[in-house]
């Protein structure tokens, strides 16, 4: 702001060696001085209504204080998941016009990796696991004449959704069985593509459903019931979340078993 806009205390100016209030107006030197942040001198001008006294100057200090920055927060990040495409960009909004901004999150966090910058300047980060993680953002004023600002947000990287074109059957298994009297349990392999081979127990289970007796349609043929269609489930766990099921068939057994005697 402008020197113009520091109001003054009250004064009251005497006539030297008596107290005969002398009337005029205080002023200063240079109203239109542009007060930075910093401890200065300013001259004051005492300019009597009365012509037969005199112009009356002298200085104070002054300390500017830093301004508060205008509201500084990070931009909510939508939709951060494990294994997703592509990084997590990091912005603000509010803050002095000018400001440099620095992003940093907990140093092995185990969520995300630390922060990094393009090409272009744009700072991101990387999800490695799901979780929570405090990112925080500081806006600093190249010109000095604002406190820092400050601003955090607690980022959510959600666990990837376990899906049926990431199982694959394993030993030759076609997805195709014929009933033999016991379960059926082809093995099977879990793939995603960013993160390549899961391993069993760690980042997801499996079960089996209606493994048992035949059951000879497909998935997608006339009168496929899903409840009765032999299965296996995928159900993810760590940094995976959810179920996928991928169906197969048992045919009948060409002949009985043996019945024992």
Do not use: H, R
Request: net charge negative.
């Amino acid at each position: 702001d402008a020197l113009s806009k520091l109001p003054f205390a009250e004064a009251v100016f005497v006539e030297e060696g008596t107290d005969i209030v002398v009337e005029g107006t205080l002023s200063w030197e240079t109203p239109d001085a542009v007060l930075e942040v910093e401890t200065t001198k300013a001259t004051w001008v005492f300019t009597p209504d009365n012509a037969n006294y005199s112009t009356v100057k002298g200085t104070v200090t002054i300390k500017i204080n830093k301004a508060q920055q205008p509201e500084f927060s990070i931009v909510p990040v939508t939709d951060a998941s494990y294994g997703m495409e592509g990084s997590v960009w990091l912005e603000t909004t509010g803050g002095v016009e000018g400001a440099e901004i620095t992003f940093t999150v907990p140093k092995d966090n185990g969520v995300v990796t630390d922060v990094n910058k393009n090409g272009l300047g744009k700072f991101f980060i990387v999800p490695i696991s799901s979780g929570k993680v405090i990112i925080t953002a500081v806006a600093v004023d190249p010109e000095g004449n604002y406190e820092d600002a400050v601003a955090t947000y607690e980022l959510t990287v959600a666990p990837a959704s376990i899906k049926a074109d990431w199982i694959s059957w394993l030993d030759g298994f076609t997805g195709v069985g014929t009933y033999n009297g016991n379960e059926i349990t082809p093995g099977v392999k879990v793939y995603f593509i960013a993160e390549g081979n899961l391993t069993e127990g760690e980042d997801y289970t499996v079960s089996y459903v209606n493994n048992t007796y035949a059951y000879t349609l497909k998935e997608g043929d006339e009168g496929f019931d899903a409840t009765k269609a032999p299965a296996v489930v995928v159900t993810g766990k760590g940094n995976y979340t959810g179920s996928a099921k991928v169906y197969f068939v048992i045919n009948k057994a060409e002949a009985a078993p043996n019945m024992p005697k």
